[in-house]
């Protein structure tokens, strides 16, 4: 399961692709399938879904079965046989990672491993610029993935950074937890993401609001202004800029007949859209900006690409794999120390809590069904929840317990 975790996040076959002797090796379902293997003859042990969990773990598969069932009808079958080739893994890989992190020392590995493996890639990012003076990660995409989509990832493990700079006691971890935030964050800059931009900003909101108030952390949130500061150059600070002036650029106003275009498709079919990844196809009958007619235009919209491609409920179930868990941990106050037993339990609640709204925010001007890295924070909600709803269920034990102990020693007295 670490190795899957690991090679996903990782994507070495991009870093490495110049010196590995086949990039193109299939390692991916090698894993899986020793995962699964794993899993499986071992009796599928781990967490047990209840509760918000269980709502998660339904609404994910809710997702998968309209997917499947609206690829029959799908208007473009071959871009909707690539997505369904790709979608199953994904869904049973998170419903796999969430019930094997059964224990806080296992969720502790997961999110360290997500937090580096993402950070290395921020790092190369980062050498690429500066020993370049110049970047071409907007031409050539980054990890299989666009620029734009990678930068998604790159606001994840910049907020997940963040909540464990803010929670952990050792100095050294703290240390490497703000650097991988401050990576991730000027290779967004490099990117010129604004959805990225805008995420980060209300991640750090959110992380002020439920942060420990310690004289640290405030240090800590000092100094990573101080940081984005000089780190933000005049293109960067130009391109956020462009965001709320009255005249924006081509990019920017595309997007409102875009979003116009992708609601209307729902209003048309709003039970099964028009299959998993082919509404682009559909929007030379429904967008019109510039140009009357277009042959294919991407929705750069979370919400709308998975409503269009598989209509509505699937999207509800979709929405319930990230914010049940989160919406669960928030009334629960996990963010909190005492609240739990372990504080890798604190850091991840407050790292989704500001994570997941950021990432769902920034998405709504760029998506990526198929990126795998908000799939694997959202298994680390679902086991968060299932570790503290055992700590739940062993208090009111234990609560039982000593009140029949009282009522005993009455009966004695």
């Known amino acids: 399961m670490y190795g899957y975790v690991l090679f996903v996040v990782l994507c070495p076959q991009w870093l490495w692709r110049y ?51 609206s690829s029959y009808g799908s208007i473009k079958p071959d871009q909707t046989a690539f997505f369904m080739d790709a979608i199953w893994k994904v869904v049973v890989m998170t419903v796999v990672v969430s019930r094997l992190m059964d224990s806080p020392a296992r969720l502790r590995v997961v999110l360290w491993i997500v937090l580096v493996a993402v950070g290395w890639n921020a790092w190369e990012i980062n050498s690429d610029y500066f020993s370049k003076g110049y970047s071409l990660i907007n031409q050539n995409g980054w990890a299989l993935m666009n620029a734009n989509g990678y930068a998604l990832v790159l606001l994840l493990i910049f907020t997940m950074g963040m909540a464990t700079a803010l929670t952990v006691e050792s100095r050294v971890a703290r240390g490497v937890a703000l650097l991988i935030a401050v990576l991730c964050m000027h290779a967004i800059f490099i990117v010129e993401s604004r959805g990225g931009m805008l995420g980060a900003i209300l991640s750090v909101v959110v992380l002020v609001m439920f942060m420990p108030k310690t004289r640290l952390n405030y240090g800590i949130l000092g100094t990573l202004f101080v940081m984005g500061m000089l780190l933000a150059g005049p293109s960067v600070i130009k391109e956020f800029s462009s965001t709320f002036e009255d005249e924006r650029d081509v990019s920017a106003e595309s997007r409102f007949y875009i979003w116009s275009a992708g609601m209307r498709i729902c209003a048309d079919y709003p039970l099964l859209g028009l299959g998993p990844w082919a509404a682009e196809y559909a929007m030379a009958d429904y967008y019109n900006y510039e140009l009357d007619t277009v042959g294919r235009k991407a929705l750069h919209n979370l919400p709308l690409e998975v409503a269009t491609g598989s209509g509505i409920p699937s999207l509800l179930g979709y929405l319930a794999l990230f914010f049940a868990p989160l919406w669960a941990l928030f009334r629960r106050r996990a963010y909190r120390y005492e609240k739990v037993s372990d504080p890798i339990l604190a850091t991840c609640t407050l790292g989704l809590l500001a994570a997941i709204p950021a990432y769902w925010f920034a998405s709504l001007f760029n998506s990526g069904v198929l990126v795998e890295v908000p799939y694997l924070l959202a298994a680390i909600g679902i086991a968060t929840f299932c570790l503290t709803n055992e700590e739940v269920a062993l208090k009111q034990f234990d609560s039982l317990e000593n009140s029949e102990s009282a009522v005993l020693q009455n009966l004695v007295s």
């Not at 379902?29 to 047990?48: D, E, Q, W």
């Open 19 to 69: 010196t590995l002797p086949d990039p193109d090796f299939g390692f991916q379902k090698y894993i899986v399938a020793a995962t699964l293997a794993g899993f499986l003859l071992s009796g599928m042990p781990g967490n047990r879904f209840r509760g918000a969990a269980l709502m998660a773990v339904v609404g994910v598969v809710i997702f998968w079965s309209l997917c499947l069932l």
